[in-house]
């Protein structure tokens, strides 16, 4: 699927649940939450660290491989703790 697909199909979705949270007597996430700054702030704060932790781990794979010239298994076994110098 395309990336512009795929975020299309996530918007459609994401105003599906805002359009159902908002009609149910008991909703799931509140939509008056998103009233409160602070509560608003966070969630976005969190939602961009979220994306960000997701898209370094993504490109670790061929830094640690093309850029610091180790072995191509050497990324996926480095960071486990396993292999941590004690």
Same mark, same amino acid.
């Given at each position: ?10 918007? $459609? ?10 009609? $149910? ?39 640690? $491989? ?21």
């Amino acid at each position: 699927m395309a990336p512009s697909a795929s975020f299309a199909t996530g918007l $459609v979705f994401l105003s599906a649940f805002v359009v159902v949270e908002g009609r $149910v007597p008991t909703p799931m996430l509140p939509p008056r939450l998103f009233r409160q700054r602070l509560f608003t702030v966070s969630n976005t704060a969190m939602v961009v660290v979220g994306l960000a932790l997701m898209g370094s781990s993504f490109f670790f794979s061929p830094f640690f $491989v093309y850029v610091q010239g180790t072995s191509i298994w050497s990324p996926g076994y480095g960071p486990c703790p396993s292999r941590w110098p004690r």
